[in-house]
């Protein structure tokens, strides 16, 4: 079991920069692929970034590539998502996510363990 506890989610301006976190504790942090997701009101929960156990990869969506940078510290049992240049469109629930079949099921939100999501809310 691994359990996720996502911070870092507040009100910030346009063109502004946000920083979250994921703690995890649990079983084994470092053999799990790690992601974030996000859902905007009344939207579907979609995709945002992955890392690779190492931390050697990462994937992105196309509507956060050059401003959104995921990492994680394997030592700390942490995963982080800097946001860098942020727009409202991306206001949304942020979730961090765990998955023990690489990255690439991470994009197809093949999930072993959820967050419980932290708010972020750009203002124009």
């Known amino acids: 079991q691994v359990q996720l506890v996502e911070s870092g989610g507040g009100l910030v301006q346009a063109g502004g920069s946000v920083r979250l976190s994921c703690a995890a504790s649990?079983?084994?942090?470092?053999?799990?692929?790690m992601g974030w997701f996000r859902q905007a009101p009344g939207k579907e929960r979609e995709f945002v970034a992955a890392?690779?156990?190492?931390?050697?990869?990462?994937l992105y969506a196309n509507s956060v590539k050059g401003r959104f940078t995921v990492s994680r510290d394997n030592a700390k049992n942490t995963l982080y998502l800097q946001m860098d240049s942020l727009k409202p469109e991306d206001t949304a629930v942020y979730y961090c996510?765990?998955?023990?079949?690489?990255?690439?099921?991470?994009?197809?939100?093949?999930?072993?363990?959820w967050g419980q999501g932290t708010q972020v809310t750009v203002s124009s």
């Open positions: 996510a765990a998955g023990d079949q690489g990255v690439q099921s991470i994009v197809r939100e093949d999930i072993n363990y």
């Open positions: 649990g079983r084994s942090f470092s053999s799990y692929a």
């Open positions: 890392i690779t156990w190492k931390g050697s990869s990462t």
